[in-house]
């Protein structure tokens, strides 16, 4: 899946303007560089507020814009509730 991901984004570099990557993975911090090279811009979402980091230092770092994903929680995020599959939902004294 990396290779796929690195052929498609290099494909497309010269036709985008910014790419968001989802992935914490260090492994894809050279990606980021090469792209940034062709102009574009690479914005990369992940954590660093979990044990252990889900982020390497080298992406975040390489990256133009880092967004932890736990500072969207609250946008993104459902509570217990919603997290419950929908029958426990409608059921008097489910965990709200």
Known sequence: MHVELA?????????LDHVVLFSGDSDFA???????????RV???ST???QPPMVG???RRQADVFVDLADLSEIIG??????????????PGAPA
């Open 30 to 40: 050279p990606l980021a560089a090469a792209v940034q090279r062709r102009g574009v």
């Open 57 to 59: 230092d080298d992406l």
């Open 43 to 45: 914005t990369v979402v």
């Open 78 to 91: 459902r509570s217990a509730r919603e997290r419950l599959p929908r029958f426990l939902q409608e059921t």
């Open 7 to 15: 052929v498609d984004m290099m494909d497309l570099a010269g036709r």
């Open 48 to 50: 660093m507020k979990s």
